[in-house]
């Protein structure tokens, strides 16, 4: 069992590494891999296509399918036939994902950068550069440290 201050680094260790770089997934999926004996290159990379909702076409938020990859990790069935497994993992990942969407408005990167529609970024394929302008028009940053909030009170609930 993990103690609220060590979950509180997890979630500021998020938020750090966002503000290094890193896609809001790589960032929450980073910060607690560890516990489910993942390392935070192979988390990185595991994560890494889902920046800017899902290959910046701005589906799915990052920070969001942060929590359902983890969700995954913590309580994901492994034997295809277990259908109470899959059934447990499955309200987990709605419960996080309606806590998420309460506190943000919604689930999809495009709203939630105010974009209309699900169109993909211009460029989409070419990352945007990290810059002070950058992180002043992106929630991105408090969105990450949501996403990593509500998995980190979920682990504290569970124990």
Do not use: H, W
Not at 10 to 15: G, K, L, N, T, W
Not at 48 to 70: D, Y
Not at 143 to 157: G, T
Request: proline residues 1%; aromatic residues 8%; positive net charge.
């Amino acid at each position: 069992m993990m103690t609220n201050e060590e979950l509180e680094e997890r979630v500021a260790r998020a938020v750090d590494n966002f503000m290094q770089g890193y896609g809001c997934c790589q960032s929450v999926v980073a910060a607690f891999a560890d516990l489910y004996g993942m390392d935070d290159t192979l988390a990185k990379k595991i994560a890494a296509g889902f920046g800017g909702g899902v290959g910046r076409l701005r589906m799915m938020c990052g920070a969001v399918s942060g929590i359902v990859m983890l969700v995954g990790l913590d309580c994901g069935q492994t034997e295809g036939s277990d259908r109470e497994g899959k059934s447990a993992c499955y309200k987990v990942v709605q419960d996080l994902l309606a806590r998420s969407k309460a506190e943000n408005g919604s689930l999809i990167c495009a709203e939630i950068l105010g974009l209309k529609g699900y169109t993909k970024a211009p460029n989409s394929y070419v990352a945007s550069a990290r810059t002070a302008e950058y992180y002043k028009t992106r929630p991105c940053a408090a969105k990450v440290e949501s996403a990593a909030r509500i998995f980190a009170d979920y682990l504290k609930l569970r124990s």
